[in-house]
């Protein structure tokens, strides 16, 4: 048998000669900045834009996703995402691909049916949000998770709360990160060394981060995209000097990046600035709730007051004085709720992510 000769012309690699099939085969024609996927954003703050990522931005994603997470083709990863959102596709998928690990794709998420298939398929990993962790937490099959090496979060925000709740009760200490549609993953816990509660971590090798004085979280680096599809003034609103404005608020503590929230959730009251991630993890932290959301409610006095939507566990009766009275000891006067509202559920995307709007 004949081997054939590989050569490139123009950036396309062709065979040539040998019994491998025609004497020109284009293999691989995509050149690194070739638009790759038009992905939208999830729109929970506004109408949902087109981000293009190239070839480069998804290949950079993947390779340092695996370099950093010890990601192997021996892995095998439970799959319960969306496979129409980055998470599901470019985290999840193509670093599988890359490697050439093995995926167990489930239909939808069901705690029982993530755990019945790490045990069936052996399982060395599992993807999910924040609601996902919460419904494994609940179970009385949690403590299965310490079968995995490595559980990850993200697409939304996991309470210090919920991660040492699942820490106490499966020993397993899930890794939290940080991306965007528009720049795919850019911030991480660390595999070996602590994943600290409440925070997301340090940049992914290649990217680097950069937080204002006024909490403006930057990024930049070979996986953020190219653009908004077809819209160059939201583009250019986007980019400052070469660096992409998240959007998203947030401080450094020892190096890692604890995120505040949405530049456009920001609270102001009294001329104070309110982080309702801030007054979540507190509240979070009261043995009736479930879940809240904090938004801003609009007031003549104070221009905005501290809003929270709650969801109460189930195992009392909601007690407003006694949830401020907790709050109060833990927030300064201008943090705290002003008004608090029960809910049975907070209205959230197909990814977990609550949606403020609908709340206001």
Same mark, same amino acid.
């Given at each position: 048998?004949?081997?054939?000769?590989?050569?490139?012309?123009?950036?396309?690699?062709?065979?040539?000669?040998?019994?491998?099939?025609? *004497?020109?085969? *284009?293999?691989?024609?995509?050149?690194?900045?070739?638009?790759?996927?038009?992905?939208?954003?999830?729109?929970?703050?506004?109408?949902?834009?087109?981000?293009?990522?190239?070839?480069? +931005?998804?290949?950079?994603?993947?390779?340092?996703? *695996?370099?950093?997470?010890?990601?192997?083709?021996?892995?095998?990863?439970?799959?319960?995402?969306?496979?129409?959102?980055?998470?599901?596709?470019?985290?999840?998928?193509?670093?599988?691909?890359?490697?050439?690990?093995?995926?167990?794709?489930?239909?939808?998420?069901?705690?029982?049916?993530?755990?019945?298939?790490?045990?069936?398929?052996?399982?060395?990993?599992?993807?999910?949000?924040?609601?996902?962790?919460?419904?494994?937490?609940?179970?009385?099959?949690?403590?299965?998770?310490?079968?995995?090496?490595?559980?990850?979060?993200?697409?939304?925000?996991?309470?210090?709360?919920?991660?040492?709740?699942?820490?106490?009760?499966?020993?397993?200490?899930?890794?939290?990160?940080?991306?965007?549609?528009?720049?795919?993953?850019?911030?991480? +816990?660390?595999?070996?060394?602590?994943?600290?509660?409440?925070?997301?971590?340090?940049?992914?090798?290649?990217?680097?981060?950069?937080?204002?004085?006024?909490? *403006?979280?930057?990024?930049?680096?070979?996986?953020?995209?190219?653009?908004?599809?077809?819209?160059?003034?939201?583009?250019?609103?986007?980019?400052?000097?070469?660096?992409?404005?998240?959007?998203?608020?947030?401080?450094?503590?020892?190096?890692?990046?604890?995120?505040?929230?949405?530049?456009?959730?920001?609270?102001?009251?009294?001329?104070?600035?309110?982080?309702?991630?801030?007054?979540?993890?507190?509240?979070?932290?009261?043995?009736?709730?479930?879940?809240?959301?904090?938004?801003?409610?609009?007031?003549?006095?104070?221009?905005?007051?501290?809003?929270?939507?709650?969801?109460?566990?189930?195992?009392?009766?909601?007690?407003?004085?006694?949830?401020?009275?907790?709050?109060?000891?833990?927030?300064?006067?201008?943090?705290?709720?002003?008004?608090?509202?029960?809910?049975?559920?907070?209205?959230? +995307?197909?990814?977990?992510?609550?949606?403020?709007?609908?709340?206001?």
């Amino acid at each position: 048998m004949v081997t054939p000769d590989l050569e490139v012309v123009g950036g396309t690699r062709r065979v040539v000669g040998g019994d491998a099939g025609p *004497a020109a085969l *284009a293999l691989d024609a995509a050149q690194p900045d070739d638009v790759a996927l038009i992905a939208y954003t999830s729109g929970t703050t506004g109408a949902p834009k087109g981000a293009v990522l190239t070839h480069g +931005n998804l290949l950079a994603n993947s390779e340092s996703i *695996a370099l950093t997470w010890r990601w192997d083709a021996e892995d095998r990863l439970v799959h319960a995402l969306p496979i129409f959102h980055g998470h599901g596709l470019c985290v999840a998928l193509y670093t599988s691909l890359l490697v050439g690990s093995s995926v167990v794709l489930l239909a939808r998420f069901d705690a029982d049916a993530v755990l019945d298939a790490c045990a069936a398929h052996r399982a060395t990993m599992f993807f999910g949000v924040p609601t996902m962790y919460h419904r494994l937490a609940a179970s009385s099959r949690v403590g299965e998770l310490a079968r995995l090496r490595l559980a990850v979060s993200g697409s939304a925000p996991l309470s210090a709360d919920l991660h040492g709740a699942i820490a106490g009760s499966a020993g397993t200490q899930v890794l939290e990160r940080y991306g965007m549609t528009e720049t795919l993953m850019t911030l991480s +816990n660390p595999y070996e060394g602590e994943r600290r509660p409440g925070t997301v971590g340090f940049p992914f090798p290649g990217v680097e981060a950069r937080v204002e004085d006024d909490g *403006a979280l930057f990024v930049r680096g070979p996986t953020v995209f190219s653009g908004y599809w077809e819209r160059p003034a939201a583009t250019s609103e986007s980019f400052l000097d070469g660096w992409f404005r998240t959007g998203d608020l947030g401080v450094v503590e020892d190096g890692y990046v604890r995120l505040l929230g949405r530049s456009t959730e920001l609270i102001i009251s009294g001329g104070y600035n309110v982080y309702p991630a801030e007054v979540e993890d507190v509240l979070l932290g009261h043995s009736s709730v479930a879940e809240v959301a904090v938004t801003g409610a609009p007031s003549e006095e104070w221009g905005e007051v501290v809003c929270a939507w709650v969801v109460p566990d189930g195992s009392s009766s909601p007690d407003v004085a006694a949830l401020l009275a907790y709050a109060a000891e833990r927030l300064a006067p201008y943090k705290r709720p002003r008004r608090v509202h029960f809910v049975d559920s907070l209205p959230r +995307n197909s990814l977990g992510k609550v949606r403020r709007s609908e709340l206001r």
